[in-house]
DNA sequence: GCAATGATTTACT
DNA sequence: GTAAATCATTGCC
C-alpha cells in the first residue's frame, strides 16, 4: 500500500527515517517500473549543519524542503550525481531524510542496463548516486509528489523490527562539524545492498 | 560575473 | 590508497 500524507508530514524526521527502512521505492518511467527496498537512510534538518537548510535559510536549490512532506528532493552532487531524499514535516520546517541504498526488487534488468552492468550484485544500488541512476531518477524529479506520480514509497507489509535496524554516524558530512557525528544514519542489519 | 566546493563514484597507482 | 571526473549552486572567502 502506497505511503500517504500522514506519514510524511509526521514532524519527527528520525522516526520517519527509522521507518523508511524495509518499504519500497517505485518509480516508472517509459512504462517500466523499477524498484527496490530500502535499506539505508539518512535524516537531515535544518537545526544542524549537514543539512543543506541549515539555519532555515531557503535557496532556490532547498526551496522544496520547506514544502510539505511527501514530496521528492533530488540534487546533482559532485557535478555527476543525483541524490533522491524524502521531503518531511509540514510546510516551512525544512527536513528531508535521503535514501542511500536499495536491494533491488522490480525491473532489475532496466536497472542493470541504465548502470551499464551485465551482472546483478552489489553495484547495482548500494549508493545515493547508484540507486537514482538505477532508478531513472534525475532533477525533472525535485518536487515531484510521492502521492500521485511516477515516483512512489510503497509499504511493502514487511515488518521491520526495530532490533534489526542499525543507527550510526552519516557519511560524508565531515564538514558538519560535531552535527557529523549524529546517528541519524540507518541501515537495515546484516543487509548486503547497504553501502560500505 | 567569477571562483570555490560538495549528502559521490570510479578508475588507476 | 589516492585522484580525477565534472557542474549546479552558492557567496563574494
Redesign the pocket.
Given at each position: 500500500m502506497k505511503l500517504g500524507e500522514d506519514f510524511y508530514q509526521r514532524k519527527n524526521v528520525l522516526q520517519i527515517a527509522q521507518q523508511l527502512i524495509g518499504k519500497g521505492l517505485f518509480t516508472k518511467s517509459n512504462g517500466v517500473t523499477t524498484g527496490g527496498i530500502i535499506v539505508e537512510t539518512?535524516a537531515?534538518s535544518w537545526k544542524e549543519k549537514?543539512?543543506?537548510?541549515y539555519g532555515a535559510?531557503k535557496?532556490?536549490?532547498?526551496?522544496v524542503?520547506f514544502d510539505d512532506g511527501g514530496l521528492a528532493?533530488v540534487?546533482?552532487?559532485?557535478?555527476?550525481?543525483h541524490?533522491?531524499?524524502v521531503v518531511t514535516n509540514k510546510a516551512n520546517v525544512a527536513e528531508?531524510?535521503?535514501v542511500?541504498?536499495l536491494e533491488p526488487l522490480v525491473g532489475i534488468e532496466e536497472m542493470k542496463l541504465r548502470?551499464?552492468?551485465t551482472t546483478l550484485d552489489r553495484?547495482l544500488t548500494?549508493?545515493?548516486?547508484?540507486?537514482?541512476?538505477a532508478l531513472g531518477i534525475n532533477?525533472t524529479f525535485?518536487g515531484k509528489s510521492l502521492l500521485n506520480g511516477e515516483i512512489w514509497i510503497d509499504d511493502l507489509g514487511t515488518k521491520i523490527s526495530l532490533r534489526d535496524i542499525m543507527a550510526s554516524p552519516?557519511?560524508?558530512?565531515d564538514?558538519?562539524g560535531e552535527d557529523a557525528a549524529l546517528p541519524w544514519r540507518y541501515t537495515l542489519k546484516g543487509n548486503k545492498w547497504v553501502?560500505k
Amino acid at each position: 500500500m502506497k505511503l500517504g500524507e500522514d506519514f510524511y508530514q509526521r514532524k519527527n524526521v528520525l522516526q520517519i527515517a527509522q521507518q523508511l527502512i524495509g518499504k519500497g521505492l517505485f518509480t516508472k518511467s517509459n512504462g517500466v517500473t523499477t524498484g527496490g527496498i530500502i535499506v539505508e537512510t539518512e535524516a537531515y534538518s535544518w537545526k544542524e549543519k549537514g543539512c543543506h537548510a541549515y539555519g532555515a535559510k531557503k535557496t532556490q536549490r532547498n526551496a522544496v524542503m520547506f514544502d510539505d512532506g511527501g514530496l521528492a528532493y533530488v540534487y546533482l552532487c559532485y557535478g555527476m550525481h543525483h541524490l533522491f531524499n524524502v521531503v518531511t514535516n509540514k510546510a516551512n520546517v525544512a527536513e528531508a531524510v535521503l535514501v542511500r541504498a536499495l536491494e533491488p526488487l522490480v525491473g532489475i534488468e532496466e536497472m542493470k542496463l541504465r548502470r551499464g552492468l551485465t551482472t546483478l550484485d552489489r553495484q547495482l544500488t548500494s549508493g545515493p548516486g547508484k540507486l537514482t541512476k538505477a532508478l531513472g531518477i534525475n532533477r525533472t524529479f525535485n518536487g515531484k509528489s510521492l502521492l500521485n506520480g511516477e515516483i512512489w514509497i510503497d509499504d511493502l507489509g514487511t515488518k521491520i523490527s526495530l532490533r534489526d535496524i542499525m543507527a550510526s554516524p552519516r557519511i560524508g558530512i565531515d564538514y558538519a562539524g560535531e552535527d557529523a557525528a549524529l546517528p541519524w544514519r540507518y541501515t537495515l542489519k546484516g543487509n548486503k545492498w547497504v553501502s560500505k
